[in-house]
């Protein structure tokens, strides 16, 4: 049987950045990599390594995008917020009410991670409405979908993983292992060969390959 297990091959570190002590959120939108720092989203260039933008939302937990908006966990609820004038369009309750972590966009659906409670859940983007709920065995922080897959990263205490698990039944499928003090809070798929994680505390962002079948 295949060891779905690996080490995390970190390919381009970035930060910490001036202003910026903790790293929550995490979201790609096709150029930037935007990410929540508590008081205001940034737009990271991901070339060139430098912030580019910011908007001034509040945001302690997950981000995403959705093609066009992005969607902001802020305390006990969801902001769809406008990246052209940073106006929030519409709110929607976040199913943790304020125990949220990480937020995907996927399917055409929110998926949120729950970050005690172990579990990710599946919510109706209009409404907050909970379709599916998975369950993991580890805590959760961010979550991504990439190519059919679902991802999400873990941390408790000084370990921490990306894990691909399945989307029906949160069976873990695959684990790519960070090093020792490289957390991971947010997590994104720039949708090909990288994965961008959150790294919490540390104020830096890390991009980690996404591993393919061996």
């Known amino acids: 049987m295949e060891d779905m297990r690996r080490a995390a091959e970190i390919l381009r570190e970035y930060g910490p950045f001036p202003g910026v002590d903790h790293v929550h959120g ?14 205001r989203l940034n737009a990271l ?23 066009e908006h992005i969607y902001q966990l802020v305390e006990d609820r969801i902001e769809k917020i406008d990246l052209k004038t940073g106006r929030v369009l519409s709110t929607i309750p976040a199913p943790g009410l304020g125990a949220d972590s990480g937020l995907a966009w996927g399917e055409g659906t929110l998926w949120v991670g729950q970050y005690r409670e172990r579990k990710i859940h599946q919510i109706d983007p209009k409404t907050g409405d909970i379709l599916r709920t998975i369950e993991s065995n580890r805590f959760v922080t961010g ?16 370990e921490s993983e990306v894990r691909r698990i399945d989307p029906r039944t949160g069976k873990v499928l695959e684990q790519v292992e960070m090093p020792q003090g490289a957390g991971v809070s947010g997590l994104e798929s720039d949708g090909g060969d990288r994965f961008f994680c959150g790294g919490g505390d540390s104020g830096k962002l890390r991009a980690v390959r996404r591993p393919r079948p061996r």
């Open 143 to 158: 979550v991504t979908w990439v190519d059919g897959e679902l991802w999400h990263g873990t941390w408790e205490g000084e």
């Open 26 to 39: 995490v979201t790609f939108d096709g150029r930037h990599v935007w990410f929540a720092s508590g008081d």
């Open 45 to 67: 260039d991901p070339a060139r390594g430098t912030i580019v933008r910011t908007v001034g939302v509040q945001g302690h937990a997950g981000t995403a995008f959705d093609g």
